[in-house]
């Protein structure tokens, strides 16, 4: 291949290198939630991994901006064997935090049902409870941490695969740099259609993927950055007052009164009736006749009542 198309070469090697591991994840993140998915068989995992490619290649094309950018900066001082470590440092580094996300999903979905969102930031910013429970965490589920690692290694290990024993020397012209920033654009160009996921009107989201499957099987096609990446905009919802706290009390308060008794600091005992309504209370009731709640009744008799 020509030399001046094989810096892409290289960049589309490394990234087809990413696109095996998330294929590698969602074969584990099946395996590890079959019982969720108990109608998809091993043959309709590949299936699904096929029609994932389009979402995995969304989510490595975004999250690899930056790796993308560097490898075809239309630069002599890339062939340098200091800004190769630095390429070499910003993949990994970039491709191993997405590689978490996709992991740490194999026994997060056991407890929420679907792929991590960005609402996972919100969660992990109130209060210190993620700091305290980490720790747990990483005890229990200490194998999902070695598979990452490992995953980790296999990039390591592919991506050296990838690189050239014998160093570049590229003498910079009006040539050169006129070749390299047009290959530049092309590439900018093939980024921003796989993210959108096409050249459709709206960019691909989450619900696409029910092109695909059934709803119920939704997170076998998607992967966790892209689901993380799709949710990080979403608006949540705010609160609407529509009335001021003096003119709302008067339609309802939360407040409730007691029946007058004086509160003493005694033990609290709290009796509560599933589908019970003071219809049947005979202290509650007086049209009642015979009380079906004698024993409540007396309680009452020396208790706060709340109606």
């Known amino acids: 291949m020509s030399k001046r ?15 095996l591991t998330y294929w590698v ?32 290649i969304s989510a490595i094309l975004f999250t690899n901006i930056p790796f993308i950018l560097l490898s075809l900066l239309p630069i002599t001082l890339r062939d340098t064997n200091t800004y ?10 970039t491709n191993s935090i997405t590689l978490f ?13 679907k792929r991590c969102t960005a609402d996972v930031f919100s969660f992990m910013a109130l209060g210190n409870d993620t700091l305290s429970l980490l720790p747990g965490f990483l005890l229990d589920y200490w194998y999902v941490i070695v598979i990452w690692i490992l995953m980790i290694l296999l990039l390591f290990f592919l991506y050296k695969k990838t690189e050239e024993k014998k160093q570049r020397k ?13 290959i ?18 709206r960019p691909m989201g989450i619900i696409n993927a029910s092109e695909y499957t059934n709803p119920q099987n939704i997170p076998l096609i998607i992967n966790t950055p892209f689901s993380i990446i799709n949710t990080f905009e979403d608006e949540n919802i705010s609160p609407k007052k529509y009335l001021t706290e003096q003119i709302a009390e008067k339609y309802y308060s939360p407040i409730h009164k007691n029946n007058g008794k004086k509160f003493r600091k005694l033990n609290v005992v709290v ?6 309504s003071k219809e049947y209370i005979g202290s509650m009731n007086p049209k009642l006749g015979k009380s079906n709640t ?14």
């Open 5 to 19: 198309f094989s810096y892409a070469s290289t960049l589309l090697k490394r990234l087809f290198i990413v696109l």
């Open 25 to 56: 994840c969602r074969i584990l993140f099946f395996a590890f939630n079959r019982d969720s998915f108990a109608s998809v068989s091993w043959i309709k995992i590949i299936e699904y991994s096929f029609f994932g490619t389009r979402f995995d």
């Open 84 to 93: 190769q470590k630095f390429l070499k440092i910003i993949f990994i580094v």
């Open 101 to 113: 996300a996709n992991c740490a999903d194999f026994v997060y979905f056991q407890i929420t049902l």
């Open 170 to 182: 590229n003498i910079f012209s009006l040539q050169y740099f006129i070749t390299h920033i047009l």
């Open 184 to 201: 530049l654009c092309f590439a900018a160009a093939i980024v921003v259609i796989g993210f959108r996921g096409g050249f459709q009107l």
């Open 271 to 276: 009796l509560i009736l599933e589908s019970f």
């Open 294 to 307: 004698p024993f409540l009744d007396s309680l009452f008799s020396q208790s706060l009542v709340f109606e």
